[in-house]
């Protein structure tokens, strides 16, 4: 039996080796993914220079609260910095993950550039705030097809709170597409984020 055993080690005992640290590194990430709390809602914030969203994500979790039953409220923002460069690797794959976020239907608010939200290829794809929010909150705010899209992040006090650089960010949400509908919690999602950028530009 001895003898066995340690022919089958001797040739078996790569295999045997690999199968173990496979096993353990599946084993590590199934326990890291149901340990990992998963957002509440999620904020897509493309800018050119440096911001720290941190703070916002930490006073907006408060106002969105627990949608997913998870017991914490958590709300994340991907960040997408471009740093205006011409032909900069970094602003072409960044760019490349605005209409995947689109498709996916991943983000509920979006803090951009005013340029995104008055463009032909994004402008259609945002919810109209004349019905949201009062007349001052969208002064200078982002137009498209005659709806206003996004209100300029200086018209946010939240978001200065929070130390956020609002030059030229303005904010956003998306309309109610397919993908967003099918997305867990999809209604409890909207009308936080609906309430959320209604705290954001309150005095």
């Known amino acids: 039996m001895k003898e066995k055993f340690e ?4 040739y078996n005992k790569r295999i045997v080796l690999f199968a173990l640290f496979f096993a353990f590194v599946i084993i590590t990430s199934t ?3 149901v340990r990992t709390p998963k957002s509440d809602l999620s904020v897509l914030c493309v800018y050119t220079g440096y911001n720290d969203f ?3 994500e930490s006073k907006a979790a408060e106002t969105v609260g ?26 072409t794959i960044a760019m490349q993950k605005i209409p995947i976020s689109f498709a996916a239907g991943e983000n509920r608010l ?4 005013k340029e995104f939200f008055e463009s032909e290829t994004y402008g259609d794809g945002f919810e109209d705030l004349k019905t949201l929010l009062p007349a001052e909150a969208l002064e200078d705010g982002a137009v498209y097809d005659g709806k206003t899209v996004a209100v300029p992040a200086e018209n946010c006090p939240y978001l200065k709170d929070t130390g956020i650089k609002c030059d030229n960010l303005f ?7 397919e993908a967003l509908k099918k997305q867990k919690n999809a209604e409890a999602s909207s009308e936080a984020s609906k309430r959320l950028i209604c705290e954001l530009v309150k005095p």
């Open 171 to 177: 904010v956003g949400i998306p309309c109610e597409t």
């Open 7 to 10: 022919n089958f080690w001797y």
């Open 54 to 56: 941190s703070a916002f």
């Open 31 to 33: 326990v890291q993914c």
């Open 110 to 113: 979006y803090i951009m550039d």
């Open 66 to 91: 627990d949608i997913n039953g998870d017991g914490k409220a958590i709300v994340t923002c991907e960040n997408l910095y471009l740093t205006g460069e011409p032909g900069s690797p970094n602003d």
